[in-house]
């Protein structure tokens, strides 16, 4: 006959609580838990240990500590969250700033280009500067070209068309009447009037086709082509000046160019 020893229980475990433990494995066979592999009645001294770590464990979830950790965690997420944010957006200004710059340079290198030897190298002194809407009738060809230039180089398009407008009905065979007609059309094309520049860029090859201007007027008949949405024309003229001046400063500006009209 075998003699059944019998030992208190320990208090019930809260739902919540067993559930937690069996879900993390927390609730593992400790070393001696069992008196024996096949014996089925636990110790006292056994059953106590178990229920003292129940009561470690619902103190730990009592605290809030593990309710602070995940608090924790969250916050920490949603600040990277905020960082890439600013890093995406930072990465993006610096795009656009460069893609500025480029602009800017490109814009430059034009002028230079356009501006190469255009300056005479022994100019007459310089008269007062004439009013706008004054006659040119008191000024020889070169100071009535010079004071329109300068209107030009100084960001006055409007009273530069007016001079070179009146310069060309003047002088229309002078000495700088190919250089007027073109500084004429790049005043226009400045002004955002690509169809009347346009008009004028092919003037100045057709009536002056040796002049130096000729070649400028070429690049920028492509240009003004290009403005006006015309992609066919436009890589036309832009083709002809990199087959005509190779390896020129006309040549590096129709190149680049052609390569925003394969972006569009």
Not at 20 to 46: C, E, K, N, R, Y
Not at 85 to 114: C, K, T, Y
Not at 140 to 156: H, I, K, T
Request: avoid cysteine; aromatic fraction near 6%.
């Amino acid at each position: 006959m075998i003699a059944i020893v019998q030992y208190p229980l320990p208090r019930a475990l809260p739902r919540r609580v067993a559930g937690l433990l069996l879900g993390i494995g927390l609730l593992v066979p400790v070393p001696g838990l069992w008196a024996q592999a096949d014996s089925p009645v636990a110790t006292q001294h056994q059953m106590q240990m178990l229920e003292m770590r129940v009561d470690r464990v619902e103190r730990l979830l009592d605290s809030g500590a593990l309710t602070d950790m995940l608090r924790s965690v969250d916050d920490l997420q949603s600040e990277v969250r905020q960082l890439r944010g600013q890093v995406e957006q930072m990465e993006n200004e610096l795009r656009n700033v460069r893609a500025r710059q480029r602009d800017q340079f490109r814009n430059l290198d034009e002028r230079l280009g356009l501006v190469e030897g255009d300056l005479v190298a022994d100019r007459a002194p310089m008269p007062d500067a004439l009013p706008v809407d004054e006659p040119l009738a008191g000024a020889d060809e070169q100071a009535s070209y010079e004071a329109a230039f300068d209107r030009l180089m100084g960001g006055d398009y409007e009273a530069a068309i007016r001079q070179l407008e009146r310069f060309m009905e003047r002088y229309p065979d002078g000495v700088y009447a190919a250089n007027a007609l073109y500084w004429l059309a790049e005043a226009k094309y400045a002004s955002g009037d690509y169809e009347a520049a346009l008009v004028d860029f092919e003037a100045v090859r057709n009536r002056f086709p040796d002049s130096d201007k000729a070649a400028d007027a070429l690049l920028k008949i492509g240009y003004s082509h290009f403005e006006l949405g015309n992609s066919e024309e436009a890589r036309t003229a832009l083709e002809q000046v990199l087959e005509d001046h190779p390896g020129t400063t006309l040549s590096r500006l129709a190149q680049d160019r052609l390569r925003r009209l394969d972006g569009q």
